[in-house]
């Protein structure tokens, strides 16, 4: 004999599975609740940086107001890496100078092989004297250039996607000034 609480559990059952199946069937067809469904089942994580990439830097003088360089980017990780490297060059002129500006390359690396940039720079430097307000003389003293290096990329590996990351490579040289490519004095001040 059922009773009433039997008849009562076996109605709230029978509801629950037919509000899942109203709601299973509400889904076939609509595009909408399916790509709802799939964007949230197919989430990728973030990427997951990793330190595999090494820099080094290089220059060396060639000749009054001139230098030659390297960036050199070691791919140190799982995976060949699409590397985009920056290169800085700083002048220390402490008055007027050229030659400060930034150099961005990029490149496919396989593992255990370097992305180089080799580049030639002009620099100048010049300190303006002036007497009264007026230029006096100029003088041309020697100053530094300092070359930075970094580099960044992604790669996947075993279906996990990584940014790769690098430390900075540097390297600096005093420039001889033959008083080349320094950009003019203002006549007055």
């Not at 069937?25 to 990427?47: D, E, I, R």
């Not at 720079?121 to 003088?139: F, K, P, Q, R």
């Amino acid at each position: 004999m059922k009773t009433a609480r039997t008849i009562t559990k076996n109605f709230w059952l029978v509801s629950l599975l037919a509000c899942f199946v109203a709601l299973s069937l509400s889904f076939v067809g609509s595009s909408s609740a399916f790509a709802a469904t799939q964007h949230h089942s197919n989430v990728k994580p973030n990427y997951v940086s990793v330190q595999c990439l090494e820099e080094t830097a290089y220059l060396t003088e060639n000749g009054e107001n001139s230098a030659d360089g390297v960036g050199e980017s070691y791919n140190n990780c799982l995976a060949t890496v699409y590397i985009t490297q920056i290169i800085n060059l700083t002048s220390s002129c402490p008055g007027l100078g050229t030659g400060s500006g930034s150099i961005t390359t990029g490149g496919s690396t396989a593992v255990g092989l370097s992305f180089i940039q080799n580049f030639g720079t002009n620099a100048g430097c010049v300190v303006c004297e002036y007497t009264d307000g007026v230029l006096s003389g100029e003088s041309f003293p020697n100053f530094t250039l300092l070359e930075t290096v970094t580099a960044s990329g992604s790669f996947t590996y075993h279906g996990i996607s990584y940014r790769a990351t690098s430390d900075t490579g540097s390297d600096r040289i005093t420039i001889s000034n033959g008083g080349k490519y320094a950009p003019p004095c203002p006549e007055s001040v």
